[in-house]
Nanobody, 119 residues
């Protein structure tokens, strides 16, 4: 059973940067991507960024391209570097293992979420 624990959320000003992390207990089978999703109040979770578990390929939703970067290291940690943050990036951010990286209906494991607030 894969466990995902996010950290690093917080409150920042518009234009600033923030990095959130996700400790992964074990990398899931290579058929899954590791991904970040976010959820706005009253909305469904949406895919933000994903990275292939078996390779370096990355995927982003259009609204974050060029500002957010997903990466992972050899210490079982997934990252989301967020630059030039905007108030509309304010959301709860979730780490996940998904069959199709940006599709929340294919998520097999979820983290508990970390709040990011941009003012």
């Amino acid at each position: 059973h894969v466990q995902l624990v996010e950290s690093g959320g917080g409150s920042v000003q518009a234009g600033e940067s923030l990095r959130v992390s996700c400790a992964v207990s074990e990398y899931p089978a290579r058929t899954y991507c590791l991904a970040w999703f976010r959820q706005f109040p009253g909305k469904e979770r949406e895919g933000v960024a994903a990275i292939g578990n078996g390779g370096p390929a990355t995927y982003y939703t259009n609204s974050v391209k060029g500002r957010l970067t997903i990466s992972k290291d050899n210490q079982n940690t997934l990252y989301l570097q967020m630059n030039s943050l905007k108030p509309e990036d304010t959301a709860m951010y979730y780490c996940a293992a998904a069959f199709f990286g940006l599709d929340p209906t294919t998520v097999r494991f979820w983290g508990q979420g970390t709040q990011v607030t941009v003012s």
